[in-house]
C-alpha cells in the first residue's frame, strides 16, 4: 500500500494548481485523507483534511482557496489550489490515518506519499 502524490510545480503569484495523490496496492477502504506542506526551514502543517464521508476541514491559511476532494472509487486524493502566493511554496505531502486492506483484521496506519514540491514565483 502506498500514496503517489503528484502535480506540483512553478506557477506565478496569483496562479492556480491542483495536486493528486494515487493510492495504490489492494485496497478496500481508506480512512480520512490529508494533504500537509513543508516550507523551507519549517516545521510540517497541516492544509487540509477530508473525511471517508467527504466532510472537509482547513488550515486558516487555506480556507477560501484550497478545495480537497476524493474520488474513493478511484482512490484518489486532490487538492485544488487558487491564487496561490509565495506563501504557498513548499513541499506537499498526502496522508492517510487509516487504509484498510480486504479482509484484515487492522489497518495499515498513518501512511505518507513523497511529496511534490509547488513553486509560486514571479
Known amino acids: 500500500v502506498q500514496l503517489q502524490a503528484s502535480g506540483g510545480g512553478l506557477v506565478h503569484p496569483g496562479g492556480y494548481l491542483r495536486l493528486s495523490c494515487t493510492a495504490s496496492g489492494n485496497i478496500y477502504t481508506i480512512n480520512a485523507m490529508f494533504w500537509y506542506r513543508q516550507a523551507p526551514d519549517r516545521q510540517r502543517e497541516l492544509v487540509a483534511r477530508?473525511?471517508?464521508?467527504?466532510?472537509?476541514s482547513y488550515a486558516p491559511s487555506a480556507q477560501g482557496r484550497f478545495t480537497i476532494s476524493r474520488d474513493n472509487a478511484k482512490k484518489i486524493l486532490y487538492l485544488q489550489m487558487n491564487n496561490l502566493t509565495p506563501e504557498d511554496t513548499a513541499v506537499y505531502y498526502c496522508n492517510a490515518d487509516e487504509i484498510w486492506a480486504p479482509g484484515s483484521y487492522a489497518p495499515f496506519v498513518n501512511i505518507w506519499g513523497q511529496g511534490t514540491l509547488v513553486t509560486v514565483s514571479s
Open positions: 477530508i473525511s471517508s464521508l467527504g466532510d472537509t
